[in-house]
């Protein structure tokens, strides 16, 4: 069986400093206590809290009537992992082994059988999750499409907050007018994922992937070659994934972008060829995945998989004029 677990579990750190020594395997162990008792559950439209980590968003998740525990939000990976630390807290049974293509490349991972998730109004039946460890995680578990189909997702960064609520797919395939300061892109499914083909940089056609789950935004060398005069130099950047692999990047500061619409300046891009893109058929055309350091530049994301939409509130200080990167938290 196949799963794309592109996320990336840690923050981008500097590839030039020698590695640290390892760590001790039994300081480095997360222990997780049973919760109790337990939680209440939650309305159809409550307000999560976000909680902090690498700059991606968490949800109190339950499983199996227990938690709820810190799952990550990540809208670029096609299946929800749980943490092997996590899986022996709950008793759950083994599922086959899948092989996961994760930034740093494809691995074979055991996997696990969650009779019942549910976080807000998501809720499944009988899943068969990835089993990776919470170290690499950054999280004892990850939400991906598989659990979010059907649903919008709406990132509150003003506020800290989150929003889970159904969504039909409207008739006709209407579209719902923008608010006012709000700009609204169409973009098209695949694998669940949503691509938004309405972007450019310097006129020519460029793909982007929303990634909630990156706290960087990732380039393909078919886009560093477009983009290589226009591009200042920042280094080499490390990145860990899911899977406890690492890759050296390239990273840019990239001169201007256009998403919907919308100008982006100075945008750090870490640039490799990494996996996601060969899945989405993206190897040969010039595409990046929008990382989390980019979607804070705005106050407010909705995330719309039913209709294909996702709209952008546009900060207050900015309207009408292009965004630039250098403003945005983890950019240089």
Do not use: C
């Not at 695949?190 to 450019?200: E, K, M, P, W």
């Amino acid at each position: 069986m196949f799963a794309l677990v592109p996320l990336l579990a840690a923050a981008a750190t500097a590839a030039a400093p020698p590695p640290a020594a390892p760590l001790d395997t039994a300081l480095a162990q997360l222990i997780i206590a049973p919760p109790t008792p337990p939680p209440v559950p939650l309305s159809d439209e409550a307000m999560l809290a976000i909680g902090a980590n690498a700059g991606r968003m968490t949800v109190p998740v339950s499983i199996d009537q227990r938690g709820p525990w810190n799952f990550i939000i990540d809208t670029g990976a096609e299946r929800t992992v749980v943490s092997r630390e996590l899986a022996g807290v709950l008793g759950l049974a083994s599922g086959p082994q899948l092989r996961v293509i994760a930034m740093t490349g494809p691995a074979i991972t055991s996997s696990v059988v969650v009779p019942h998730l549910s976080v807000s109004t998501v809720a499944h039946e009988a899943i068969e999750a990835p089993a990776l460890e919470a170290r690499d995680l950054g999280a004892v578990g990850m939400l991906g499409i598989d659990a979010l189909q059907g649903h919008a997702v709406s990132i509150d960064f003003d506020h800290d907050r989150m929003t889970l609520r159904p969504s039909r797919r409207r008739a006709n395939g209407a579209r719902q007018a923008a608010m006012a300061n709000e700009v609204v892109v169409t973009a098209r499914s695949l694998y669940g994922q949503l691509i938004v083909t309405d972007a450019f940089f310097h006129g020519r056609r460029i793909a982007v992937v929303i990634d909630t789950g990156s706290p960087v935004t990732v380039g393909n060398t078919a886009l560093l070659a477009a983009v290589t005069r226009r591009a200042r130099s920042l280094g080499p950047l490390q990145l860990t994934s899911a899977t406890g692999g690492t890759l050296t990047t390239d990273a840019r500061s990239v001169d201007e972008l256009s998403i919907g619409g919308i100008g982006f300046q100075n945008v750090r891009v870490a640039f490799s060829d990494v996996p996601p893109f060969a899945r989405f058929g993206l190897t040969g055309k010039p595409a990046l995945m929008l990382g989390m350091d980019a979607l804070r530049l705005f106050r407010q994301v909705d995330i719309d998989f039913a209709n294909r939409e996702i709209r952008f509130a546009l900060p207050r200080s900015h309207m009408g004029m292009a965004f630039d990167g250098t403003r945005s938290a983890g950019f240089e």
